[in-house]
């Protein structure tokens, strides 16, 4: 059992902590760029929400990475192996890509309340989804990656354009829009859920202490 656990991380951890790692960046970044006290937007700040933006698509992107699973669980393993090892690895690395990108997205949607900026906020999120969802059709059909903004931006830009200029590539985007919104809200309204719970009962041990 332990060669064959073994196996599995080998063929399969190697790219998930990758992708997990890709998905983490714009979370860090979300905190240093949105949960500052201080609003002051320096020259370093641009930079950084310039760098939040590229690499946040790499979050929502884990939502595809069904495929791979869909292919583990055809690999001809065991259905113990399956059940144990292939699907909890999978779904953790699905799962927690997007917790990173609905909590990214969240701390952006919190800085424009704190800006005085709330009524933007829903126009915010649904364009923050709808370029997360240009990027992760890029990412799997085309297979550019974030960096590529920064080495061929005119080839990134050519491309994006007559992908939304085509039906096919055009209804893939939608798709993923449309999954990528709802998802989120769902996830969203269960963290607030959690957080709210999460507060009353630090409120209720603070009265009694």
Not at 55 to 65: H, K, M, Q, R, V
Not at 98 to 115: D, I, K, P, T, W
Not at 118 to 147: D, Q
């Amino acid at each position: 059992m332990l060669d064959v656990a073994s196996e599995v991380f080998t063929r399969h951890g190697s790219w998930i902590l990758w992708n997990l790692f890709l998905a983490f960046i714009p979370l860090a970044l979300s905190f240093w760029l949105y949960r500052r006290r201080t609003n002051a937007r320096s020259l370093l700040w641009w930079v950084g929400f310039i760098v939040f933006i590229a690499f946040l698509p790499n979050a929502p992107y884990l939502l595809t990475d069904i495929i791979h699973l869909i292919r583990a669980t055809r690999s001809g393993y065991s259905a113990w192996v399956i059940t144990l090892l292939v699907m909890p690895l999978h779904l953790f690395a699905i799962l927690a890509g997007f917790e990173a990108y609905v909590v990214s997205v969240m701390n952006q949607s919190h800085y424009l309340q704190r800006q005085g900026a709330a009524r933007y906020v829903v126009w915010s999120e649904l364009l923050t989804h709808a370029l997360c969802a240009i990027g992760v059709y890029l990412g799997r059909f085309r297979r550019y990656n974030s960096w590529d903004l920064v080495s061929d931006p005119g080839y990134i830009l050519v491309s994006t354009i007559d992908d939304l200029t085509s039906k096919r590539p055009l209804v893939v985007i939608i798709i993923c829009f449309v999954s990528i919104t709802v998802l989120y809200w769902i996830v969203k309204q269960v963290n607030l859920g959690l957080l709210l719970r999460f507060r009353e009962v630090r409120s209720k041990q603070e009265r009694v202490e």
